[in-house]
């Protein structure tokens, strides 16, 4: 695992409101909300310049697996290794959902085009292909269950998830990408409001690939046992990886 320069990591409780009425600890640039920010691997973990961990490093349990330090990094809590490999559960795709019937009668190859705004009812979807096109705005209200092989969500788009009524869960068996300054909202702010969780149909190759692009922001759980997890430059994620 590497933590590229600058990156934060963090920690807050989301049934005590808001990551930044919670952000209490240290001041300006330095403040932070709490020390549960864990970074950890079964292998080797890096930890480039001007890393903040509020939280533990914990690298693998194998005797040459390590933790490099670069220059002006903080870690809050214990650096160590694991005393076992951590082992992740198969993600269980729901039976029969390539024959779901889609809400609304939307495509399974479905596309919001660029500006556009869009509204997925409650229910269960299955997609080929989820593509929203730059600065398009889709509203999808819980409860859902949304099952893609092919997600991407170009620059600028804004998904707003209305977990009002039941919390909303994708899952993908293919690539998964979240473009340059798009946003999953949540009018709660709380990640227990979507899950995502992404099982590649292949343990290499475009289909292992889950990407969040620069200054994205996300409130979410995000599950990919198989997958290359890419978080840019800047980008936010409120709930864990």
Do not use: C
């Amino acid at each position: 695992m590497r933590t590229s320069s600058n990156a934060i990591t963090d920690s807050y409780d989301s049934d005590l409101g808001t990551y930044l009425s919670q952000r209490v600890n240290g001041n300006g640039s330095n403040a932070y909300a709490a020390s549960n920010g864990d970074v950890g691997s079964n292998d080797d973990v890096v930890l480039d310049s001007n890393v903040k961990v509020h939280g533990d490093v914990m690298a693998g349990p194998s005797l040459g697996d390590t933790i490099t330090i670069d220059s002006n990094v903080t870690v809050d809590g214990v650096k160590g290794n694991l005393p076992a490999e951590e082992t992740f559960p198969p993600i269980v795709f729901p039976p029969g959902y390539t024959g779901w019937s889609n809400p609304g009668a939307k495509p399974q190859a479905y596309r919001l085009g660029s500006n556009g705004s869009d509204v997925f009812a409650p229910g269960n979807y299955y997609f080929t292909q989820w593509h929203v096109d730059s600065n398009a705005v889709l509203t999808v209200r819980g409860p859902a269950t949304i099952v893609t092989d092919n997600l991407n969500f170009n620059s600028n788009t804004v998904i707003n998830i209305d977990a009002s009524g039941g919390p909303v869960e994708i899952l993908s068996t293919g690539p998964f990408h979240i473009d340059s300054n798009s946003a999953f909202n949540t009018a709660s702010q709380r990640a227990t409001d979507l899950s995502i969780k992404i099982e590649p149909k292949t343990s290499s190759g475009p289909g292992s690939m889950v990407r969040f692009d620069s200054n994205s922001a996300l409130y979410a759980n995000v599950y990919a046992p198989n997958a290359h997890v890419d978080v840019d430059s800047n980008a936010q994620l409120y709930g864990a990886v």
